[in-house]
């Protein structure tokens, strides 16, 4: 997890090593991948169309519908040895894809649906979201940009549609539903993303950065990692929630760095609640006097039942902003009043 590190039973540990980030391009059984190629990655020919489904979607759209009017916002993304996805967000070329994809770049290559290359400026990045920001000149192109839509009432079921470059095939379309909301991923920097959105749409390593899009054509979140045995897709795919890509790319698009508030405390779920297994010397949880030991039972007034109900309450802050927690420790019940802090570059 991220400044929150969560012990459970040993059982679980286990478990939770099988599914383990692996960011060095390793593959390991049970894994989460990140779904960024490589330079070696076959290059395709011809764009290749796969589908579950071509019946019209609740908005009268089929699966092909969705295709004709997205994919040319959608590129290929050359960094370095990295190859994956991104795409189109405003006539002024702004594009999305993911931070892991860029790396430390400066720039980019982009392939468009015509075949043709520009050089990409990387704009900005949020290691803590995964998410990164190029614009790139559409002098040209004939690019219809997709638009960001909300997932804030994204629900399972709904029907989803990706379009990525899995192992270099460009531009494929891959449908299925939302399986899960709600759920966590770690980020490159190790730091947990929140309320991300699950999906058995068949996405594989080249896809990273591409758009989930919903059954109106509107993105709903940038597709980032798979959980995989082997490497390739078993039907769980995991997508960045587009609310949260909204707002980095708000802050990056006005030049500024993306901030997250930062408590520096370790979590740990037990029968009696959420504890605090450790609070870290010199950082805001300690500064405000929580103790290890202490269960968290509230913060800003709102029941505590896991560890993640505490990041989210964490990430609706901005640094600088207080949090009030309710405590216990021993047989007592205190409130605690943490003046929160910067999220550090990675987690501890």
Known sequence: MPEIQVRKSFATQLIALLFAAILGGLVAAGAV??????????????????????????AGLSAGDIYKNSQSAVVEIQAGNATGTGFVIDEQGHLVTNNHVVGDSQTVSIRFADESEEQGRVIGTDPSTDIALVQVDLTGHDVTPVKLGSSA?????????????????????????????????????KFTINDVIQTDAPVNPGNSGGPLLDASGNVIGVVSQIQSENGGNIGIGYAVPSDTVDNVVDTLKSGGAVEHAYLGVRLQETDNGVSLSGVLAGEPGQKAGLQTDDVVLEADGKKIESAS?????????????????????????????????????AAQ
């Open 33 to 58: 991948v990140l779904l960024d190629g490589d330079d070696t990655a076959p290059a395709a020919a011809t764009t290749t169309v796969v589908t579950s489904s071509t019946r019209p979607t609740s």
């Open 153 to 189: 009432d994204v629900e399972v079921g709904d029907p989803v549609y990706a379009i990525g470059n899995p192992f270099g095939l460009e531009r494929t379309l891959t449908a299925g539903i939302v399986s899960a909301v709600n759920r966590d991923i770690t980020a490159p920097n």
């Open 309 to 345: 109900d505490i990041q989210r309450a964490v990430d609706a802050h901005k640094p600088g902003d207080k949090l009030v927690l309710k405590v216990r420790r021993g047989g007592d019940e205190r409130t605690v009043t943490v003046t929160l802090g910067t999220r550090p570059p």
